[in-house]
């Protein structure tokens, strides 16, 4: 089956900075989608993007689906935007996930 | 719209007891989802649904059983409740018209613990 890899998997920054993470899959994919699971686990919605470049105030993800990559870019980072960021590609019927990066934003 | 709603929030068994974990959701959606997530992983598909009446195995479907009687519920049923299935349940559900081209919403997770 397919492989879904994130990097980092843990990452701690300082309110303000910015961060890059990155999620490569082994295979074509249909669709690819970044969720935020808050410190309270739920599961949030951020982008579905199979390829291309989209924003959304300071988060904005960018697909490469000919090199199977996306990347998941955050500015300024507040200590909201703590928590475990997942890419979830769909490959055939089902959604298949990757392990997350954890993401610790400090005061 | 509620969304996607599960029940119950938490429940603790014993190891051999049986429990239903419940799903429902209310935006017509045609595919329905159950994935189990254990502690500082991702998620793991257990079983899917496509519609009514049709459901398959995921990637960890031991120990699980599913029904799908009507398009807005999703019940998860353990018969034979082991330590190895303490972890947090998420059901999701998608509308499933246009192959994988759309989002996913997840309900807010059932956290079992089986002692």
């Known amino acids: 089956g397919i492989q879904v890899e994130q990097s980092p998997p843990d990452l701690i920054l300082q309110e303000g900075a910015n961060s890059t993470l990155r999620c490569n899959f082994s295979?074509?994919?249909?669709?690819l989608q970044w969720f935020h699971q808050n410190p309270w686990g739920q599961l949030i919605n951020l982008f579905y993007?199979?390829?291309g470049t989209k924003q959304n105030g300071r988060l904005s993800a960018t697909t490469v689906a000919t090199e199977r990559y996306s990347l998941l870019y955050i500015s300024s980072s507040q200590t909201t935007d703590s928590g475990v960021y997942f890419c979830?590609?769909?490959?055939?019927?089902?959604?298949?996930f990757g392990p997350g990066t954890r993401l610790s934003v400090l005061p | 719209n509620a969304g996607v709603t599960q029940t119950p929030k938490f429940r603790i068994l014993k190891i051999g007891q049986s429990m239903t974990l419940q799903c429902a959701q209310d935006?017509?959606?045609?595919?329905m989802y159950w994935y189990r997530q254990d502690p500082g992983m991702g998620l793991k598909l257990i079983y899917y649904?496509?519609?009514?009446?049709?459901?398959d195995k995921g990637e960890v479907p031991n120990g699980y059983n599913v029904s799908r009687s009507t398009t807005e519920d999703f019940p998860l049923r353990l018969e034979l409740a082991a330590p190895s299935q303490t972890s947090v349940y998420f059901c999701?559900?998608?509308?499933?018209?246009?192959?994988?081209?759309?989002?996913?919403?997840f309900g807010p997770g059932t956290r079992l613990l089986v002692l």
């Open positions: 649904s496509v519609g009514a009446g049709i459901t």
């Open positions: 979830a590609v769909v490959y055939g019927q089902n959604f298949v």
């Open positions: 993007i199979p390829s």
């Open positions: 295979d074509s994919v249909n669709n």
């Open positions: 999701a559900s998608k509308r499933g018209e246009t192959g994988g081209q759309e989002t996913q919403y």
């Open positions: 935006m017509n959606h045609n595919y």
